[in-house]
Nanobody
């Protein structure tokens, strides 16, 4: 069973930064579009950012544009989300997910959520004001 593993979450003050990492032990991410999603308490899960198999076709949700940067290192089988200028509204459980139906992205991921078959357990991000 494929299980992605997120890390890097934590508690930071508003304006701070965090770098999330996504690993896939025993599973090769290189062929897939990978997205970061988040779910805040009481809210629906939303796509934050997506990156295509070769590091192209990158999309961001409007709420994080200019603050978050997604990247991947296929040699290390890792995907990252650098989050800067964090705001309290960024507080959520952050998940990475792999889309076996696409190698390139067409959106941050919300509209294609049903295509993402492989998920992690999430890493919590809390931003204090």
């Amino acid at each position: 069973q494929v299980q992605l593993v997120e890390s890097g979450g934590g508690l930071v003050q508003s304006g701070g930064s965090l770098r999330l990492s996504c690993a896939a032990p025993g599973f090769t991410l290189a062929s897939y579009a990978i997205s970061w999603f988040r779910q805040a308490p009481g809210k629906e899960r939303e796509g934050v950012s997506c990156i295509g198999y070769n590091g192209g076709s990158i999309y961001y949700a409007d709420s994080v544009k200019g603050r978050f940067t997604i990247s991947r290192d296929n040699a290390k089988n890792m995907v990252y989300l650098q989050m800067n200028s964090l705001k309290p509204e960024d507080t959520a459980l952050y998940y990475c997910a792999a889309n076996p139906m696409r190698s390139i992205c067409v959106s941050p991921g919300t509209d294609q959520m049903h295509e993402y078959h492989y998920w992690g357990q999430g890493t919590p991000v809390t931003i204090s004001s």
